[in-house]
T-cell receptor, first 115, second 118 residues
Framework: NAGVTQTPKFRILKIGQSMTLQCTQDMNHNYMYWYRQDPGMGLKLIYYSVGAGITDKGEVPNGYNVSRSTTEDFPLRLELAAPSQTSVYFCASSSPGQGLVYEQYFGPGTRLTVT | AQKVTQAQTEISVVEKEDVTLDCVYETRDTTYYLFWYKQPPSGELVFLIRRNSFDEQNEISGRYSWNFQKSTSSFNFTITASQVVDSAVYFC???????????????FGRGTQLTVWP
């Protein structure tokens, strides 16, 4: 199993450009998440999904959009990139347990710079 | 309100020393989960441990041990006989059983940078 994969690993965007960060998991997990990590800070939840066709906002959703058409894929769209979106983005997935919350498995991250 | 506090921003120790990383959390839920993740210099996040609020037993895994105390809302992490490879940022995280679901919305602390010198 590859686990959670993310592409690209690095990207530089100009202000106002758009891009999609790709995330794929092969563990058949229902739950998927997008986080951002700013320097010296913990991760903050951007969006999450409990299954194909179902998404919802996390703590910091402004400037982002997501979709979930399949169990495996959960792309994150940045529209009109701004310098404040310079960050490292992590995708994660987890499995709904039998009444339990299980650990999330993280992808390797995408380092995005907006200039 | 910040839900997870890791007051130690940076810790430096010399190899073979023991080191404890502190984590204090805040929640109104009676059912919640606590996690520790390791982020080595390569940047990935590595899961270390999960503990639910009903299990206050301390846990030991090799050189790692965790002390969960509900009375003080703390979930501290100790590395015994530290090694250079332990150098990393360590994150404590809280997941509330949101509306009774099994969806884990993680709230992370800011992390503690541990440097182990040879």
């Amino acid at each position: 199993n590859a686990g959670v994969t993310q592409t690209p690993k690095f990207r530089i965007l100009k202000i106002g450009q758009s891009m999609t960060l790709q995330c794929t998991q092969d563990m058949n997990h229902n739950y998927m998440y997008w986080y951002r990590q700013d320097p010296g800070m913990g991760l903050k939840l951007i969006y999450y999904s409990v299954g194909a066709g179902i998404t919802d906002k996390g703590e910091v959703p402004n400037g982002y959009n997501v979709s979930r058409s399949t169990t495996e894929d959960f792309p994150l769209r940045l529209e009109l990139a701004a310098p404040s979106q310079t960050s490292v983005y992590f995708c994660a997935s987890s499995s709904p347990g039998q009444g339990l919350v299980y650990e999330q498995y993280f992808g390797p991250g995408t380092r995005l710079t907006v200039t | 309100a910040q839900k997870v506090t890791q007051a130690q921003t940076e810790i430096s120790v010399v190899e073979k020393e023991d080191v404890t990383l502190d984590c204090v959390y805040e929640t109104r839920d009676t059912t919640y989960y606590l996690f520790w993740y390791k982020q080595p210099p390569s940047g990935e996040l590595v899961f270390l441990i999960r503990r639910n609020s009903f299990d206050e037993q301390n846990e030991i895994s090799g050189r790692y041990s965790w002390n969960f105390q509900k009375s003080t809302s703390s979930f501290n992490f100790t590395i015994t006989a530290s090694q250079v490879v332990d150098s990393a940022v360590y994150f404590c995280a809280l997941s509330e059983a949101w509306r009774g679901s099994t969806l884990g919305r993680l709230y992370f602390g800011r992390g503690t940078q541990l440097t182990v010198w040879p």
